[in-house]
């Protein structure tokens, strides 16, 4: 992943309801979600829902497919475990971090340092 595809993604998850619809669209999964189900979990006017979700697509962060005559939307996960693998790629300074344990200790000896 590069920089800028980074940045965007984290900046579409920044705002409390596209966090919130991402998250939920992560927990239900493959078969995803209609964008009024969506809306009335997340408890957002369609409306705003619309606005949030095309940020979030913009991004790269959501899927939407057709169904019918019903918008299906789904968390990308290719892009989620992108983002996840571009901002640990220097983790621990190339320790292994299996543990969180792993990771305070490096944290500590850079501090240190």
Do not use: W
């Amino acid at each position: 992943m590069k920089a800028a595809s980074a940045i965007a993604a984290l900046g579409a998850l920044a705002q409390e309801h596209r966090l919130a619809v991402f998250r939920q669209l992560v927990q239900v999964g493959e078969k995803g979600m209609a964008a009024g189900a969506i809306a009335e979990s997340i408890g957002i006017p369609a409306s705003s829902l619309s606005f949030h979700l095309a940020q979030l697509r913009g991004a790269g962060m959501v899927l939407q497919q057709r169904q019918h005559r019903s918008l299906i939307y789904r968390a990308n996960y290719s892009a989620m475990n992108a983002l996840l693998d571009y901002l640990t790629e220097n983790c621990c300074a190339g320790a292994d971090c299996g543990s969180a344990a792993a990771c305070e200790s490096h944290a500590s000896e850079r501090k240190s340092a």
